[in-house]
């Protein structure tokens, strides 16, 4: 095996953070076969070393020394791209290369996090939204664009990540600016009628206080002006449609705890820390907030529940999907969250091509051994 600046790359499954695949990554390599030679000349270049260098790390066990070349959501599956030794010097490039996605935005419905693990923030209208006003949707989201990214992102604020201040209940130092980015291809590849899908709302909802600070950091105070002008070729005037109620105070969110009412609301297994602690807002009481699309009629309980669409990007590095689920939604004058993510392709790798399946891991060394020293090699050549 070449020992040289290698980079490889595996399917990340659900559930598991990009940290964590390379805590099980080395856990399967450090004993192996297939990276000994790797491990000894490690040792040896160690033993090398000045007796300070040594004392500094005599009590740190040699490993397979592993990175990733960009983190993926824990809900996200996909392409992880993975230096090995020397190649963690070469994972700059996959963070700034072109990424291809394929995500599920569903309609209706806001969370602090812009996807289906966060707490609800509000609902919206969605009988509307038809697989037409969609793709005429993505229009405004293709080519250089300007996007805000999620307060739950790792963007470092004045040396400190964003979701470390959202999680404290805390406001970042300054305002989160908007940031260029390039969407080179964007399509709507299934459009999914409600009832159809088993993409659900998540069942937990936010705080009034969470909800109040989420509308100063998210919206900087402008909540829901913007949804209802977006929104107004798709509503009467006195804002309603099909049957929809727009109301203009905070309501509960209409059957979330009753199963045989909402049955596309869900329990999540998983639930992410959210803004807590923050003092309420105050509004004039006839101004739009964030539950006041809030939808609270028998048609709105209708079985089928909301509309979602699966979407397809090449993006350049540092967009958000959640930014863009969370757009989509008020550009068709609604709310939407990310319930599914995909990382088909990274730089050079691609699923099903030459990214190493996670499952290959449980099957043993002489499952996965062979495919890692191809995919090395194959690098390696690629790098000469």
């Known amino acids: 095996m070449n020992s040289g600046k290698i980079v490889q790359a595996i399917n990340k499954p659900p559930a598991v953070s990009s940290a964590q695949v390379l805590r099980d990554l080395q856990k399967h390599f450090n004993p192996s076969n297939l990276f000994a030679p790797w491990l000894a000349a490690e040792k040896a270049k160690r033993d090398r070393d000045s007796h300070n260098q040594r004392q500094r790390r005599r009590n740190k066990q040699i490993q397979v020394k ?14 992880l791209t993975v230096g090995v030794g020397a190649g963690t010097k070469a994972l700059q490039s996959f963070l700034d290369c072109t990424k291809t996605y394929e995500a599920i935005v569903l309609f209706g419905v806001a969370t602090d996090s812009y996807d289906c693990v966060g707490k609800v923030l509000g609902q919206a209208p969605y009988l509307h939204i038809t697989k037409e006003c969609v793709e005429e ?3 405004q989201f293709r080519g250089k664009i300007l996007q805000k990214p999620p307060i739950f992102s790792a963007l470092r604020v004045q040396g400190k990540r964003l979701y470390e201040y959202a999680r404290e209940g805390k406001k970042a130092p300054v305002e989160i600016q908007e940031r260029p980015v390039e969407v080179m291809e964007l399509e709507l ?4 009628e ?30 829901v002006p913007e949804i209802a002008k977006l929104s107004a070729k798709f509503h009467s005037v006195d804002g309603s449609i099909a049957g929809v109620d727009v109301k203009r105070k905070w309501e509960p969110i209409a059957g979330a705890n009753r ?13 992410r820390s959210s803004i807590s ?9 006839d101004e739009m907030r964030l539950a006041d699309v809030t939808e609270n009629t028998p048609s709105f309980k209708r079985k089928t529940g909301p509309p979602a669409a699966r979407i397809r ?8 999907v959640r930014s863009l689920c969370h757009d989509l939604g008020h550009a068709v004058g609604s709310m939407g969250i990310m319930s599914e993510l995909v990382r088909t392709r990274q730089g050079k790798f691609s699923l099903k091509e030459n990214v190493l399946e ?13 495919k890692i020293d191809e995919m090395l090699s194959n690098w390696a050549k690629e790098a000469e």
């Open 358 to 370: 996670y499952d290959d891991l449980i099957k043993g060394e002489d499952e996965w051994g062979p």
């Open 259 to 271: 199963e045989d009412d909402a049955p596309w609301v869900r329990d999540p297994k998983r639930r």
């Open 194 to 223: 409600g009832g159809t899908h088993p993409f659900a709302w998540p069942e937990e909802e936010a705080n009034q206080d969470e909800k109040a600070m989420a509308e100063q950091v998210i919206y900087a105070g402008k909540l």
């Open 313 to 320: 990007m090449t993006v350049t590095s540092g967009f958000y």
């Open 189 to 192: 590849v299934e459009w999914l």
């Open 66 to 79: 592993l990175g990733h070349g960009g983190t993926l959501d824990p809900i996200a599956t996909g392409v």
């Open 137 to 139: 949707a993505l229009q």
């Open 277 to 285: 602690g923050s003092p309420r807002s105050s509004h004039r009481a």
